[in-house]
């Protein structure tokens, strides 16, 4: 596609209920990132896969947290047992090189646990 | 040490008029300093960015000043427009991959 894609665009789920958060890259982009983005909030880094090599997940807020990414191309983020402070917009972002400051978002999926 | 102070939280400024929008960092390590441009619904975009080794970055309107001495870089838009009311975060790296975010500014544009 011409853009990172993100589904659902929103998302409304009960406290204590799993959700799976998807971002489909840029083709040829290696490098992929999550970031969560509170209410007047700047970017939180969650994490990063580039290529082949292991994640770091050092942005993960808690073991509840995981993400994986098949072929080298889409990304699922899972969220497990949700919690109300999960409640964001969850951005994901992808770039060649693992250069993030050249990195394109896609539109975000609005969480909202209730 | 890892944080990034942006300021003001939110901006209103007339039609033609300029934009300044500041951000203050602590980590000398930082070694690139970009400003992004979020529209409601949207992903953040690229807007401008700078190196430490340049004082001043222009591209059109939009003009980043960096004070390296001072530890703080700004974005000015000159002749602000309507389509220009967003919300702006400054950023910051070290290395590779990892920006540090500020908390951001909405901007809105009178017209």
């Known amino acids: 596609g011409a853009g990172v894609s993100q589904s659902p665009s929103n998302k409304v789920t009960e406290k204590g209920k799993d959700v799976e958060l998807r971002c489909d890259p840029i083709?040829?982009?290696?490098?992929l990132y999550w970031y969560r983005q509170s209410l007047g909030q700047g970017l939180e880094f969650l994490i990063y896969?580039?290529?082949?090599?292991?994640?770091?997940k050092s942005g993960l807020p808690s073991d509840r947290f995981s993400a994986e990414r098949t072929g080298g191309s889409v990304s699922t983020l899972t969220i497990q047992r949700t919690q109300q402070e999960d409640s964001a917009v969850y951005l994901c972002?992808?770039?060649?090189?693992?250069?993030?400051?050249?990195?394109?978002f896609g539109q975000g999926t609005r969480l909202t646990v209730v | 040490q890892q944080q990034v102070k942006q300021s003001p939280q939110s901006l209103i400024v007339q039609k033609g008029g300029i934009s300044i929008i500041n951000c203050a960092y602590e980590?000398?390590?930082?070694?690139?300093f970009p400003w992004y441009q979020q529209f409601p619904g949207k992903g953040p975009a690229l807007l401008i960015a700078?190196?430490?080794d340049v004082s001043e970055k222009k591209e059109g309107r939009f003009t980043i000043s960096f004070n390296k001495s001072a530890k703080q870089f700004s974005l000015h838009i000159m002749d602000s427009q309507p389509g220009d009311s967003a919300t702006y975060f400054c950023a910051a790296s070290k290395g590779n991959y990892q920006l540090i975010w500020g908390a951001g500014t909405k901007l809105i544009i009178k017209p």
């Open positions: 700078i190196r430490p």
């Open positions: 896969f580039q290529g082949n090599s292991a994640p770091d």
């Open positions: 980590n000398t390590a930082f070694d690139y």
């Open positions: 083709s040829g982009h290696t490098a």
């Open positions: 972002a992808s770039s060649f090189w693992g250069d993030s400051t050249e990195a394109f």
